[in-house]
Every structure is written in structure tokens, then in C-alpha cells.
């Protein structure tokens, strides 16, 4: 079965600071996608960066990055230089196939 | 452009009465998916649909629950005779092709509350 594990049911960051969310997953499949969505308190599920499995290099969107470490099974997001709009959940996301599978959520705050 | 669309965005039922909610996906998009929210939780998949056609129901419940998209209109998730248990945030998203490397792209959802 393809589990996805967020360790960290809350984090929280300075304003401007960096911060990292990790994320782990179980699968035997050797094609597939990682996925970071942000879901702000409107609910809205918004996509923040993904990542194939066969590609070796990390995906970068502008400040979201992530660290993909296949053999590891390890899918972390590193948001720099922090703003207030990033205060939100965040869910990691394995697909395969027909299916998502999520974690349970990391949510972020952001101290001014 | 617009994005997908989910309404109502909230619902109030009463134990036992039937619950509709709709999903119209992206221009282009022809398949959807469903998932559910419970509170403190994450995702959870429930049906995957292509025009008329129901592909994957593994994640939704034997009982009550019900989904379609027909050839003309929104896909419709049904839920009758609901239960307190079935209170939960209702996510709709729309790709334009079954491959997994289409990003899915969601809805606002829509917000059961069941009393």
C-alpha cells in the first residue's frame, strides 16, 4: 500500500526565515509523482511544487524547493525567505496510477 | 479561464435527508476526482471519473454514496440517508488526462455539516 508520512503536525518560522517540512512515503512503484499542495484557511487546495520520480534534479518554484532523495523515499520543502501569506497547511502528496494519496498536514505559522 | 467550481461551498443537512454536491471541472478537463476531508485529517481519495464513466470507487463507501458525470453537466456526488459521520469538507479536482503526471487541479470544496 503507498502511505504518505508528514512527521510534523505543526511547524512555525520567523518572517524572512527559511524553513524545511518533511515528508516521507511508502510505494513499490519505480514511476511516479510527488506532489506539495498549500491549503490556506480558505480551504482551497493550491498547488506549490512537484516532482517527478525520474528526474534526479529538485524541483524549484521561485522560494519553494525541495529536497528529493529517491532511495531514502524522503520528499521535503524548503520555503525561503518566509512570508505571512505562506502561513497555511501543508500536504504532501504521492500519485501514481488513477490515485492521490496525502499526508495527514504540516501547518506552518509564520511570526512576524 | 475559470478554475473549477464546487458548490454549494456549504451544506446543512439534517440526519437523514440526501446531500448533493457539484463539481464543474476546468474548460477541457474530462476527468475528476473526488476526495474527502475530515476535520485534523488530510485527503482522502474517494472516486475518479471520466465522462460516463465511473473508472476507480475504491476509496468511497459501499453504502449511501454515489457519484456520476454525465456527458452534459457537473459531476454530482450523492450521499443519502446522510449521518453526524458524514460531516466533512467535500474536495472536487479535474485533469485533462488520466495520466498522473497531469497536475490535479481543485476546487474551493464544499463544507458538509451534518446536525
Known amino acids: 500500500a503507498q502511505t504518505v508520512t508528514q512527521s510534523q503536525p505543526e511547524m512555525s518560522v520567523q518572517e524572512a526565515e527559511t524553513v524545511t517540512l518533511s515528508c516521507t512515503y511508502d510505494?513499490?512503484?519505480?514511476?511516479?509523482?510527488l506532489f506539495w499542495y498549500k491549503q490556506p484557511p480558505s480551504r482551497q487546495m493550491i498547488l506549490v511544487i512537484r516532482?517527478?520520480?525520474?528526474?534526479?534534479q529538485n524541483a524549484t518554484e521561485n522560494r519553494f524547493s525541495v529536497n528529493f532523495q529517491k532511495a531514502a523515499k524522503s520528499f521535503s520543502l524548503k520555503i525561503s525567505d518566509s512570508q505571512l501569506g505562506d502561513a497555511a497547511m501543508y500536504f504532501c502528496?504521492?500519485?501514481?496510477?488513477?490515485?492521490?494519496?496525502f499526508g495527514t498536514g504540516t501547518s506552518l505559522t509564520v511570526i512576524p | 479561464n475559470a478554475g473549477v467550481m464546487q458548490n454549494p461551498r456549504h451544506l446543512v443537512r439534517r440526519r437523514g435527508q440526501e446531500a448533493r454536491l457539484r463539481c464543474s471541472p476546468m474548460?477541457?478537463?474530462?476527468?475528476v476526482y473526488w476526495y474527502r476531508q475530515l476535520p485534523e485529517e488530510g485527503l482522502k481519495f474517494m472516486v475518479y471519473l471520466q465522462k460516463e464513466n465511473i473508472i476507480d470507487e475504491s476509496g468511497m463507501p459501499k453504502e449511501r454514496f454515489s457519484a456520476e458525470f454525465p456527458k452534459e453537466g457537473p459531476s454530482i456526488l450523492r450521499i443519502q440517508q446522510v449521518v453526524r459521520g458524514d460531516s466533512a469538507a467535500y474536495f472536487c479536482a479535474s485533469s485533462p488526462s488520466a495520466r498522473v503526471t497531469d497536475t490535479q487541479y481543485f476546487g474551493p470544496g464544499t463544507r458538509l455539516t451534518v446536525l
Open positions: 516532482q517527478e520520480a525520474y528526474k534526479q
Open positions: 510505494t513499490s512503484e519505480s514511476d511516479y509523482y
Open positions: 474548460k477541457g478537463h474530462s476527468h
Open positions: 502528496a504521492y500519485a501514481a496510477g488513477n490515485q492521490f494519496y
